[in-house]
């Protein structure tokens, strides 16, 4: 099983930007938590961080030609990008999405997710521990999905 992580724009900077909001673990971090997880899990992964749209859409694009799920977190283009959700639509795995914060208890305008619309759900607010949630759900979703096509 490969299952694609694909970190948007500005979660290069984790570890320094808003540490209040996003806390200090850096994007490095997380990364080797979900390739250890993905380890115990017997899956492989492949991680990649973008901070342009365009560049987000090709990883999705890709992962519906090689990979059984994806774990995103789209950053600012949550709020935003209708070009991402119809990619999330397009491919034919399951995708969920991801955040650090509880976007829901922050400003207004982020409790709107355009994305989250094309993913089978949503784990935010738990800081690093999301991506280890959303790795452990998008597996076992796959997982259930190919015992059911037995």
């Known amino acids: ?7 948007g724009p500005n979660m290069n900077l984790l570890g320094v930007r808003e540490p209040d ?6 994007m490095a971090r997380i990364d080797e938590r979900v390739e250890e997880l993905a380890a115990e ?3 492989e992964v492949r991680i990649s961080q973008h901070n342009s749209e365009g560049a987000i859409i090709d990883a999705i694009q890709q992962a519906g ?8 977190n ?13 990619a999330l639509k397009a491919v034919s795995i399951p995708a969920i999405e991801v955040h650090l914060s509880n976007i829901l208890a922050r400003e207004e305008w982020r409790h709107r997710s355009m994305t989250a619309l ?16 959303a790795l452990r759900g998008i597996v076992a979703l796959v997982e ?7």
């Open 1 to 7: 099983m490969m299952v694609v992580v694909i970190h």
């Open 74 to 86: 789209p950053g600012g283009y949550t709020h935003t990008s209708v070009a991402i959700h119809d």
């Open 65 to 72: 030609c090689d990979a059984d799920g994806i774990v995103i």
């Open 118 to 133: 094309a993913c089978v759900g949503v784990i935010g607010g738990l800081g690093a521990e999301s991506y280890l949630l």
């Open 41 to 43: 899990l017997g899956v």
């Open 21 to 26: 909001v996003y806390g200090t673990v850096t």
């Open 144 to 150: 259930a999905d190919a015992g059911a096509g037995s």
